[in-house]
Nanobody, 112 residues
Framework: QVQLVESGGGLVQPGGSLRLSCVAS????????MGWYRQTPGNEREDVAS???????NYKDSVKGRFTISRDNAKNTVYLQMDSLKSEDTAVYYC??????WGHGTQVTVSS
C-alpha cells in the first residue's frame, strides 16, 4: 500500500516562507495527479494546489502567486513552496496522490 509522508510544517511569522515535502513510498510517476489540501478545525479540507503527470499546475485562488507546487521524480517527492504566508494559511496540510491516497498531515501555523 502506498504511503505518503509529509514534513516541513511549523511556526512562521506572517510574510515568511515554508517548504512542505511529501515523500511517496512508490514511484510518483504512477499517479495521474498529486497535490496538497489543507484543513482547519470545523471545516472541510480544501484543495490548495495540484500537479498532474503532464505538468499542469492548479492553485486555489487565494494562494496563486504565493505558493508553488513541484516534484522531484527521482526522489518520489512533491513539494509545496509557500511564500508571503498569511495567518489565514494556518492549517493542517495534507498531501494526496490521485485524490484518494492521503498522508497524515503537517501543521502550518502563521502567527506573530
Amino acid at each position: 500500500q502506498v504511503q505518503l509522508v509529509e514534513s516541513g510544517g511549523g511556526l512562521v511569522q506572517p510574510g515568511g516562507s515554508l517548504r512542505l515535502s511529501c515523500v511517496a513510498s512508490e514511484n510518483i510517476l504512477k499517479f495521474v495527479a498529486m497535490g496538497w489540501y489543507r484543513q482547519t478545525p470545523g471545516n472541510e479540507r480544501e484543495d490548495v494546489a495540484s500537479l498532474t503527470l503532464s505538468g499542469t499546475e492548479n492553485y486555489k485562488d487565494s494562494v496563486k502567486g504565493r505558493f508553488t507546487i513541484s516534484r522531484d521524480n527521482a526522489k518520489n517527492t512533491v513539494y509545496l513552496q509557500m511564500d508571503s504566508l498569511k495567518s489565514e494559511d494556518t492549517a493542517v496540510y495534507y498531501c494526496h496522490a490521485n485524490y484518494h491516497i492521503w498522508g497524515h498531515g503537517t501543521q502550518v501555523t502563521v502567527s506573530s
